[in-house]
């Protein structure tokens, strides 16, 4: 990486260097576990002029996104947060709501059900299908200027534009949030949810670091970033989901008034955090190492007393966490997934096959591994029945947990 993709500047300093490894969701068929598998490297870093924290762009969204393995439905917490947001929206009579990487409809049901107009451009096919099929709309494009200019010209403009869990995804910034401006009425709204830096860096959350997330956001970065497509923030909100994230609300420049005192009080947090200069990142890679220290020295001991450990779910951040780890299935005999478009498939990388939930019930192991960490209380319980036979549930994040 030579210069900021935000800014322009040259003035990049490491935050932390994770290797090389796979693409997380590149996840491997039986047949392809003898061929060769193509690692990547994988290292943040942070410009000292805009603060926007970055990967090289090394794989294209067409490389993950044109087929998709991740479903947004299938975590129930998550669906119950979109219905939530939805039900919020003061809409007019003619709202016409689009969501950004709609995934597989599982905020636009929602929607629907209200009786309003809505499209989803969503760039996978098969999980665009599997929204379709829901009685979502759905376009199976990536969002560009042009993409946001055609779908105006056809539908309208719209009232309310969603990108949630997208802004993180796309290398171009400037061009994905000109095609949302494109979009999004002079006097619509624009509502992305993104994972935030500031909690990224706080609590360990290093694995949330893969090659389809080419940037990690501070409210500061994101409002330079929404800027430079013609778009200001006027309000943020702190959210829980993916470990702290931040709901940003932006309106077209020509709009917007002062940002909320909301905007006011994270950029004062984020600014004593250390985040607007180099000293706020200075440890992060020290903490990582202790992560991955931990998790191999229990998962080695275990072993040694010739005790099971499995894996629950088999997610983007699981697989940064499990490559950069070292781990293979010497130490985590396989773990399982929800999603039966994984079943019977391996990890990429780590080659740790991937199993039916029901696995672990069969089995009864001395303790399961949470991958996605972030549904915590959701995956506790479900597998509550695990204790029954004296398992554990052990969480990796931010800092090793084994539940009694």
């Keep these: 990486m030579t210069?900021?993709?935000?800014?322009?500047?040259?003035?990049?300093?490491?935050?932390?260097?994770?290797?090389a490894t796979p693409p997380c969701?590149?996840?491997?068929?039986?047949?392809?576990?003898?061929?060769?598998?193509?690692?990547y490297p994988l290292h943040l870093r942070v410009c000292t002029e805009c603060w926007l924290a970055q990967i090289p762009p090394l794989i294209t969204p067409e490389d993950t996104f044109?087929?998709?393995?991740?479903?947004?439905?299938?975590?129930?917490?998550?669906v119950e947060h979109a219905k939530k947001f939805v039900d919020g929206l003061t809409l007019p009579d003619d709202a016409f709501v689009v969501e950004v990487a709609s995934n597989d409809g599982y905020l636009l049901q929602h929607v629907v059900q209200r009786g309003v107009r809505c499209l989803g451009i969503e760039p996978s096919a098969n999980v665009g299908q599997a929204a379709r099929e829901r009685g979502v709309p759905t376009r199976t494009a990536f969002l560009t200027p042009e993409t946001g200019q055609t779908v105006r010209a056809e539908?309208?403009?719209?009232?309310?534009?969603?990108?949630?869990?997208?802004?993180?995804?796309?290398?171009?910034?400037?061009?994905?949030?000109?095609?949302?401006?494109?979009?999004?009425?002079?006097?619509?709204?624009?509502?992305?949810?993104?994972?935030?830096?500031?909690?990224?860096?706080?609590?360990?959350?290093?694995?949330?670091?893969?090659?389809?997330?080419?940037?990690?956001?501070?409210?500061?970065?994101a409002q330079r970033a929404l800027a430079s497509g013609g778009l200001a923030l006027v309000d943020v909100e702190l959210l829980p989901t993916h470990g702290g994230s931040i709901r940003l609300t932006a309106v077209p420049e020509e709009a917007a008034g002062e940002p909320s005192q909301a905007v006011l009080d994270v950029l004062d947090r984020e600014k004593a955090a250390g985040l607007t200069e180099l000293s706020g990142y200075a440890e992060f890679a020290a903490r990582v190492g202790k992560v991955r220290r931990d998790l191999l020295r229990f998962l080695i001991d275990a072993a040694e007393r010739g005790e099971k450990v499995v894996g629950y779910g088999a997610p983007g951040k699981g697989n940064t966490l499990l490559n950069h780890c070292g781990i293979r299935p010497d130490l985590l005999a396989y773990t399982v997934d929800i999603n039966p478009y994984k079943h019977g498939k391996f990890t990429p990388g780590t080659r740790i096959p991937i199993l039916s939930p029901e696995q672990?019930?069969?089995?009864?192991?001395?303790?399961?591994?949470?991958?996605?960490?972030?549904?915590?209380?959701?995956?506790?319980r479900q597998l509550s029945y695990v204790h029954e036979w004296g398992g554990r549930l052990v969480f990796p994040?931010?800092?090793l947990e084994i539940v009694q």
Excluded: M
Excluded at 3 to 19: E, I
Excluded at 360 to 380: C, F, G, K, Q, T
């Design 3 to 19: 210069s900021c993709r935000l800014c322009g500047s040259v003035s990049l300093a490491s935050v932390v260097d994770l290797g």
């Design 25 to 39: 969701e590149r996840i491997l068929t039986a047949a392809e576990l003898d061929g060769p598998e193509a690692t």
């Design 66 to 78: 044109t087929e998709y393995a991740y479903f947004s439905s299938y975590s129930t917490s998550w």
């Design 155 to 221: 539908h309208g403009p719209a009232s309310v534009v969603v990108a949630n869990n997208v802004y993180a995804h796309i290398p171009d910034v400037v061009g994905f949030t000109k095609g949302l401006r494109a979009l999004v009425a002079d006097d619509g709204i624009v509502s992305i949810e993104v994972q935030h830096l500031l909690t990224l860096i706080e609590l360990n959350q290093y694995d949330t670091i893969y090659h389809e997330h080419f940037q990690y956001y501070t409210v500061a970065s």
């Design 360 to 380: 672990i019930a069969e089995d009864r192991p001395d303790y399961v591994l949470i991958l996605p960490w972030n549904l915590r209380e959701e995956l506790s």
């Design 397 to 399: 994040i931010p800092n």
